[in-house]
Nanobody, 123 residues
Framework: QVQLVESGGGLVQPGGSLRLSCAAS????????MGWYRQAPGKQRELVAA???????NYEDSVKGRFTISRDNAKNTVYLQMNSLKPEDTDVYYC?????????????????WGQGTLVTVSS
């Protein structure tokens, strides 16, 4: 069983900052891509930022220059530093990971989601 546990969401004023964390646990051989998505009610879940195991980065255009994704491979943890937050950044943020896990007879590949953490940007 593999779990992603997120933390760090909350209420912040426009222009403020928040840092999200997501830790993976379980019978993990290796983690390939880790990322953050967000979803507003009635809308599709969209990629915010992603980072591969060798450090390649991908950002959604509206967060470039404001958000920074990073990971600590020793801790199986990914972070999202969010600066200069805007009201339109208000959403539920979900952590995502594509990883290799132990399985009877060997291993398998899995895509796993966290439970989501609410970020509210409001004065």
């Amino acid at each position: 069983q593999v779990q992603l546990v997120e933390s760090g969401g909350g209420l912040v004023q426009p222009g403020g900052s928040l840092r999200l964390s997501c830790a993976a646990s379980g019978s993990i051989f290796s983690i390939y891509t880790m990322g953050w998505y967000r979803q507003a009610p009635g809308k599709q879940r969209e990629l915010v930022a992603a980072i591969t195991s060798d450090g390649m980065l991908n950002y959604e255009d509206s967060v470039k220059g404001r958000f920074t994704i990073s990971r600590d491979n020793a801790k199986n943890t990914v972070y999202l530093q969010m600066n200069s937050l805007k009201p339109e950044d208000t959403d539920v943020y979900y952590c995502n990971a594509y990883l290799k896990v132990s399985s009877p007879g060997g291993y398998r590949y899995l895509e796993v989601w966290g439970q989501g953490t609410l970020v509210t940007v409001s004065s």
